[in-house]
């Protein structure tokens, strides 16, 4: 028998419940009768279990170090006696992407229970049939028009693509007439900018005192001016 765990990554719960079952059956004497493997939904093949996983099974004495990540794929579903998820949606997943899969796809928790969630389980296979059968024929009665307006899509997604290089090609031309003014522009901006005062927002009560200081100091500059080019010597 073979009974296959199934979660979203296969770096913590299927592979935590891959090797503890693994652990179970051994006490029980049903190693050599029942293979345990898991895998993922969205996986990425060869990354390790988490630190988290690895440290919660050494407290169980279960080495989770060689564990690397599998992608689910359609043989392991077909070659698997039961396949127990993590969750409900992920359940439902497996059934609407292989609804071969119906009658030995359950939620870990479900199967635990089995009995109490059979008549659960039954309305969602059928659910789910319903659901497949109505997409089926939605998709013979519609597939010509979504394919012609697909094909119209990435038409316009071309001349789309094609308006853009121009525009660039145009814009790196007038990139190329200003390069002069503007490298012109950055060096006088940058002899400017020693008269910036700088922010004292979210600093310490000195950082404020030195930039009051500053303010004062260049204010007074500006008074001199005001009182030479405009007031004469009535400004003080």
């Not at 060689?66 to 006696?81: G, P, S």
């Not at 479900?110 to 059979?118: I, P, S, T, V």
């Not at 002899?191 to 000195?206: A, H, K, N, V």
Request: aromatic share 6%; proline share 2%.
């Amino acid at each position: 028998m073979r009974i296959l765990f199934v979660c979203t990554g296969n770096t913590c719960r299927s592979p935590m419940a891959e090797k503890l079952t693994a652990k179970m059956l051994e006490r029980l004497n049903l190693g050599d009768n029942i293979q345990v493997m898991s895998a993922g939904l969205a996986a990425l093949p060869g990354e390790p279990a988490s630190s988290e996983a690895c440290e919660a099974l050494r407290r169980e004495r279960i080495d989770l170090s060689d564990h690397r990540a599998k992608q689910l794929t359609k043989r392991m579903v077909e070659e698997a006696d039961l396949i127990l998820t993590m969750t409900a949606s992920q359940k439902r997943h497996l059934l609407e992407v292989y609804p071969m899969s119906a009658g030995k796809v359950f939620v870990l928790k479900e199967f635990a229970e089995r009995g109490n969630n059979l008549e659960y389980s039954e309305k969602l296979v059928a659910l789910l049939r319903r659901l497949n059968a109505k997409k089926e024929r939605f998709w013979e009665a519609n597939n010509d028009i979504v394919r012609e307006l697909k094909e119209e899509r990435e038409s316009l997604l071309q001349r789309l693509r094609e308006i853009e290089d121009k525009l660039a090609v145009i814009e790196g031309s007038l990139a190329r007439e200003i390069q002069e003014e503007k490298e012109a522009i950055r060096k006088l901006e940058e002899q400017l900018m020693r008269y910036d005062i700088t922010d004292p927002f979210g600093q310490s009560d000195e950082v404020y005192c030195r930039c009051a200081d500053e303010i004062a100091q260049a204010i007074e500059g500006v008074c001199r001016h005001l009182q030479s080019e405009y007031l004469g010597d009535q400004f003080y």
